[in-house]
T-cell receptor
Framework: KAGVTQTPRYLIKTRGQQVTLSCSPI?????VSWYQQTPGQGLQFLFE???????NKGNFPGRFSGRQFSNSRSEMNVSTLELGDSALYLC?????????????FGNGTRLTVT | AQRVTQPEKLLSVFKGAPVELKCNYS??????LFWYVQYSRQRLQLLLR??SRESIKGFTADLNKGETSFHLKKPFAQEEDSAMYYC??????????????FGQGTTLQVKP
């Protein structure tokens, strides 16, 4: 089975712009979770989608949003980018609801905001 | 508060020596705990979860509710064990599905 695929691998954006990141889960997995990884804060939960519905959201501003499509693919959007949004964004999929089922991570998208 | 603490940023041992990566947690409910590992240039992957009670690549971890710990152990370290190890707590039991609370990670360096 193909693993979790995230595109693009690298992105460079300017402050104030917006960005969309994409995640294709493992075939058959219905849950997709997103995490932000930074050297200072480590891995922090952004949100989880299951069957096209947001099930849970972390403590991030409303500039961070996401959605899930009927084929379980997910996108994450960050609007009005700030320098502090520079991070590695990881997507993870799981068979059932995340946390009950193990998470399978993608390689991440590294976002640099200048 | 839900929290995971990995007190060591770096643990350096010689090949063949025992390894113990420490993890302490704070959680009011019944915890579901995991160890994830990230080898150089690879994605973060599940190493083991406490409910499975299995040994993966020679690693074991026992949940100690009294000490709120979930330390990762291996009796004889191998050079290929060198990686970043993350302890993670699932908050799904309190309704926070999809949310893993990660520790800051410990880099294990196994010297020849």
């Amino acid at each position: 089975k193909a693993g979790v695929t995230q595109t693009p691998r690298y992105l460079i954006k300017t402050r104030g712009q917006q960005v969309t990141l994409s995640c294709s889960p493992i075939s058959g997995h219905r849950s997709v979770s997103w995490y932000q990884q930074t050297p200072g804060q480590g891995l922090q939960f952004l949100f989880e989608y299951f069957s096209e519905t947001q099930r849970n959201k972390g403590n991030f501003p409303g500039r961070f949003s996401g959605r899930q499509f009927s084929n379980s693919r997910s996108e994450m959007n960050v609007s009005t980018l700030e320098l502090g949004d520079s991070a590695l964004y990881l997507c993870a999929s799981s068979l059932g609801l995340g946390g009950y089922s193990p998470l399978h991570f993608g390689n991440g998208t590294r976002l640099t905001v200048t | 508060a839900q929290r995971v603490t990995q007190p060591e940023k770096l643990l350096s041992v010689f090949k063949g020596a025992p390894v113990e990566l420490k993890c302490n947690y704070s959680y009011s409910g019944s915890p579901e705990l995991f160890w994830y590992v990230q080898y150089s240039r690879q994605r973060l992957q599940l190493l083991l979860r406490h409910i499975s009670r299995e040994s993966i690549k020679g690693f074991t971890a026992d949940l100690n509710k009294g000490e709120t710990s979930f330390h990762l152990k291996k009796p004889f370290a191998q050079e290929e064990d060198s990686a970043m190890y993350y302890c993670a707590l699932s908050a799904a039991g309190s309704g926070n599905t999809g949310k893993l609370i990660f520790g800051q990670g410990t880099t294990l360096q196994v010297k020849p």
